[in-house]
T-cell receptor, first 114, second 113 residues
Framework: DQQVKQNSPSLSVQEGRISILNCDYT??????FLWYKKYPAEGPTFLISISSIKDKNEDGRFTVFLNKSAKHLSLHIVPSQPGDSAVYFC?????????????WGLGTSLAVNP | DAGITQSPRHKVTETGTPVTLRCHQTENHRYMYWYRQDPGHGLRLIHY???????DKGEVSDGYSVSRSKTEDFLLTLESATSSQTSVYFC????????????FGSGTRLTVV
């Protein structure tokens, strides 16, 4: 049972436009959310994160929005560039006893077309 | 780069043979993780380490063991490889457990035939 869901396996956007990647979660215990980007034949790269006490975090062209009541977060990329073409993973973290756990979504493949 | 390397990058092995994957870091980070990535499953944690000789199981640890005899190296061993262990394996490091900004290695693609 997926606790972190990225319902769109793929997304195609024109260069210069906004890319919006969505992520839904089911576990109310999640208190930290992250987005990672992954290029083929490389490991994931940390992109941006947000604590559950916030509803927005911005870093350059990347903004993450968190809607706790809807258990939904989104990543906005403005403006989109061809180099943003990659797989984007949403991940959520929580305390599990003495450990911190990180649960990953299945990823959304973003294609930014010139 | 990030100071984390995985070896080998690719390996083909036969069912029933033992296989060891190596993760080496130069960042002196305390926490190290082994993940596997499979279609339809995303990234799943196999084992992790929170210090030298301190390791614990993740969500898919059956058939795997790990060792960490020094800070910089975290070894993942498939005791008797099975076809279900064909996957891409990623190692990750972080300085603090509460810092989820993991740095990942480039991955090892393992094929068990």
């Amino acid at each position: 049972d997926q606790q972190v869901k990225q319902n769109s396996p793929s997304l195609s956007v024109q260069e210069g436009r906004i890319s919006i990647l969505n992520c839904d979660y089911t576990n109310s215990m999640f208190d930290y959310f992250l987005w990672y980007k992954k290029y083929p034949a490389e490991g994931p790269t940390f992109l941006i994160s947000i604590s559950s006490i916030k509803d927005k975090n911005e870093d350059g062209r990347f903004t993450v929005f968190l809607n706790k009541s809807a258990k939904h977060l989104s990543l906005h990329i403005v403006p989109s560039q061809p180099g943003d073409s990659a797989v984007y993973f949403c991940a959520a973290g929580y305390n599990a006893g003495n450990n911190r756990k990180l649960i990953w979504g299945l990823g959304t493949s973003l294609a930014v077309n010139p | 780069d990030a100071g984390i390397t995985q070896s080998p990058r690719h390996k083909v092995t036969e069912t029933g043979t033992p296989v060891t994957l190596r993760c080496h870091q130069t960042e002196n980070h305390r926490y190290m993780y082994w993940y596997r990535q499979d279609p339809g499953h995303g990234l799943r944690l196999i084992h992790y380490s929170y210090g030298v000789k301190d390791t614990d199981k993740g969500e898919v640890s059956d058939g795997y063991s790990v060792s960490r005899s020094k800070t910089e190296d975290f070894l993942l061993t498939l005791e008797s490889a099975t076809s279900s262990q064909t996957s891409v394996y990623f190692c990750a490091i972080t300085a603090q457990a509460t810092n989820y900004g993991y740095t990942f290695g480039s991955g090892t693609r393992l094929t068990v035939v």
